[in-house]
């Protein structure tokens, strides 16, 4: 099939004087294509949710922080700069490293499916996941970008594939129909679904939980710093909130004959041991 040239920028204006900004226009411009190359490059037996996420953050990534002889376009291309980006995304897309999922969109409490298809589409699906990364990436420029085989097969060497013809040839044997730029694989045009709600308010509950603990514990240190602070009360079942009376001193000597190295074993210091509005405020604490 011919290829497609892909909104050309004049050969002249392949690096201009802020190519950067040049290059964020043309991410902008091609960014449903990008997307949904990286899609059908990422592996396919992953859920949809962190397949979606993971091609959009492989796009965004794509954007260098500023030209270099790594990524300056080639000015062979129709679109030079296009040329050098998609060439990023297939990179971030065939070697995906651990640390990308930091700098991945996060959606909280939703979660994004591509449209469902037909069966069909099922089916395209399961082919994809048995091929391997270059494979699918050969599968997603020769029907994305309809790229010719030798053409493709250039993408790919530049992009580190090992055997770019062969895997060319392999992304050949892939059915033609359905037409993977359907809206089955367009991490574009999602739909929304709720996370299990049960679930979440679990984990909301107990991650406020932890945050007072926290809070908690932190003004208690500070109510009780400084000079003279008193050190290694336990609390006993006493009468109410704030009462002194609540604490059970520790023996001079009780931590040389125990195994915990903890307050609950070391006695109180200071001056102000014997503070009761002090301790009284430890203990409401």
């Known amino acids: 099939m011919p290829a497609r040239t892909v909104g050309a920028t004049p050969p002249h204006q392949g690096v201009a004087a802020r190519p950067v900004a040049q290059a964020e226009a043309a991410l902008v411009r091609h960014y449903r294509r990008l997307v949904r190359l990286a899609y059908l490059a990422l592996?396919?037996?992953r859920d949809r949710h962190s397949r979606v996420l993971a091609a959009h953050n492989a796009v965004q990534r794509a954007?260098?922080?500023?030209?270099?002889?790594?990524?300056?376009?080639?000015?062979?291309?129709?679109?030079?700069?296009?040329?050098?980006?998609?060439?990023?995304?297939?990179?971030?897309?065939?070697?995906?490293r651990p640390a990308a999922r930091l700098t991945a969109p996060r959606v909280w409490g939703l979660r994004l499916f591509t449209p469902h298809g037909g069966e069909e589409d099922a089916g395209l699906?399961?082919?994809?996941?048995?091929?391997?990364?270059p494979?699918?990436?050969?599968?997603?420029?020769?029907?994305?970008d309809e790229l010719g085989p030798q053409q493709a097969a250039e993408v790919l060497?530049?992009?580190?594939?090992?055997?770019?013809?062969e895997t060319?040839?392999?992304?050949a044997a892939v059915p033609s129909a359905p037409d993977p730029t359907g809206p089955a694989f367009d991490p574009c045009a999602v739909r929304v679904q709720p996370t299990d709600l049960l679930r979440r308010r679990?984990?909301?509950?107990?991650?406020?939980?932890?945050?007072?603990?926290?809070?908690?514990?932190?003004?208690?240190?500070?109510g009780g710093?400084?000079?003279?602070?008193?050190?290694?009360?336990?609390?006993?079942?006493?009468?109410?909130?704030?009462?002194?009376?609540?604490l059970v001193r520790v023996a001079p000597d009780a931590w040389q004959h125990t195994t915990r190295v903890d307050f609950s074993a070391w006695p109180a210091r200071g001056d102000r041991r014997e503070d009761g509005a002090l301790l009284g405020r430890a203990v409401t604490a």
Request: aromatic share 4%; glycine share 8%.
């Open 168 to 171: 060319v040839a392999a992304a």
């Open 135 to 144: 494979a699918r990436a050969a599968f997603a420029l020769r029907t994305v």
């Open 202 to 222: 679990r984990t909301l509950t107990a991650t406020l939980a932890v945050g007072v603990l926290g809070f908690s514990t932190t003004a208690a240190v500070l």
């Open 63 to 96: 954007l260098p922080f500023r030209w270099t002889r790594r990524t300056e376009p080639d000015v062979t291309e129709a679109d030079p700069v296009y040329a050098a980006l998609r060439l990023r995304v297939l990179r971030a897309a065939l070697r995906p």
């Open 225 to 246: 710093s400084g000079p003279g602070a008193t050190a290694g009360a336990v609390s006993a079942s006493a009468p109410g909130p704030g009462d002194p009376a609540r």
């Open 43 to 45: 592996p396919a037996d």
């Open 125 to 133: 699906d399961r082919v994809l996941a048995t091929l391997d990364a």
């Open 157 to 165: 060497r530049r992009a580190g594939v090992a055997a770019p013809d």
